[in-house]
C-alpha cells in the first residue's frame, strides 16, 4: 500500500513538472524596419543552473518549415539552414542557459514577412510558439512635379516606401480630389515607388490645396501644402516692347535719307567736275 502511494505521488509530480515547461513570445506582432535588425524574442523555462545539455532550439518558418537556425550540441548548427537566412542570423549565446531562445535577424526584407516558428527541447520538457513578423521602410520625402497645359495644370508627387501608404489631396475648401495612382516594386532596396498625381481643369488664377501621405505601420504622416499663383500674360508687357520698336525704326528711317541725301550732293559734284 506504502508503495502504491508512492509511485502515484512521483507520477503526479513528474506530470505537473512537464506540464509547468512553457515556451513564449513576449511579442505575438513585431515590426522590422527598414535598416535596423529585428529580434524575434522567445523565452523557455530553464533548467537549474543554466545548463545547455540536452537543450535543442530551432527557429523555423510556420509556412514551408525552412530552417533560420538551430542550435543543439552547445553550439550553432547551420547545415540545415535556408540559403535565404545565410549570415544573416545569430542567437545570444550566453542568454541560452537562462532561458532566452531569441532571434536576431539581420538585412530585412519584405520577403521576410511571415509566421516564425520558436521550439524548444530541454530536459525540462519541449513547447512551441509563434510570432509574427511585419516589414516596414518610412516613406521618403516626396517631390513635387508640376506640369502647366493651355487648359489644365498637372501635380504629381513622388516617394518611395513601404508599404502601400494612404493618399490623399484635399482642395481649399476641404473636398477629396479624384487623384491617379501607380505603385511599383518592391525592388532590391525593400521599397514601393510611389507615382500619385491630380490634374486640374481650368485653375483659374491659382492653386491652393494639400497632399497627405499615411504610413500606418509606422505612423508617418507627410503633409504638404501646395500653393501657385498662376498669373496671366501682362499686354503693358508687349506695349512696352512696341514703344521701343517705333523710335528704333524712325531712327534707322532718318539715317537712311541723310546718306541717300549725301550721296545725291556727290553726284552732283563729279558732274559739275566733269563738265
Not at 74 to 101: I, K, V
Amino acid at each position: 500500500m506504502f508503495l502504491l502511494v508512492t509511485v502515484c505521488f512521483v507520477l503526479r509530480f513528474t506530470g505537473s513538472s512537464l506540464a509547468a515547461f512553457e515556451v513564449s513570445v513576449p511579442q505575438r506582432r513585431v515590426l522590422a524596419v527598414r535598416g535596423r535588425p529585428v529580434v524575434l524574442g522567445c523565452s523557455y523555462a530553464p533548467s537549474l543552473g543554466n545548463s545547455l545539455d540536452g537543450l535543442v532550439v530551432t527557429w523555423q518558418t510556420a509556412e514551408d518549415n525552412l530552417v533560420l537556425h538551430s542550435f543543439y550540441y552547445g553550439q550553432d548548427q547551420l547545415d540545415q539552414q535556408s540559403a535565404r537566412y545565410r549570415n544573416r542570423t545569430s542567437m545570444f549565446r550566453p542568454l541560452l542557459g537562462a532561458g532566452n531562445a531569441s532571434l536576431r535577424l539581420d538585412r530585412v526584407g519584405p520577403q521576410d514577412s511571415g509566421r516564425y516558428l520558436c521550439s524548444v527541447d530541454s530536459l525540462q520538457g519541449n513547447g512551441k510558439a509563434e510570432v509574427q513578423l511585419e516589414y516596414a521602410a518610412f516613406y521618403t520625402e516626396p517631390k513635387l512635379n508640376i506640369q502647366v497645359h493651355p487648359s489644365n495644370i498637372s501635380l504629381q508627387y513622388q516617394s518611395e516606401g513601404y508599404p502601400a501608404p494612404q493618399v490623399q489631396w484635399i482642395d481649399s475648401v476641404g473636398r477629396n480630389l479624384t487623384a491617379r495612382e501607380e505603385l511599383s516594386g518592391p525592388g532590391e532596396d525593400g521599397l514601393l515607388s510611389l507615382r500619385t498625381s491630380v490634374t486640374l481643369k481650368d485653375p483659374g488664377p491659382g492653386v491652393n490645396l494639400s497632399f497627405t501621405l499615411r504610413n500606418a505601420a509606422l505612423g508617418q504622416v507627410l503633409e504638404r501644402p501646395v500653393c501657385l499663383s498662376l498669373a496671366p500674360c501682362d499686354p503693358v508687357h508687349w506695349t512696352d516692347r512696341t514703344r521701343v520698336t517705333v523710335p528704333v525704326i524712325c531712327v534707322l528711317c532718318l539715317l537712311c535719307l541723310v546718306m541717300a541725301a549725301i550721296q545725291c550732293v556727290q553726284r552732283k559734284r563729279i558732274g559739275r567736275q566733269r563738265g
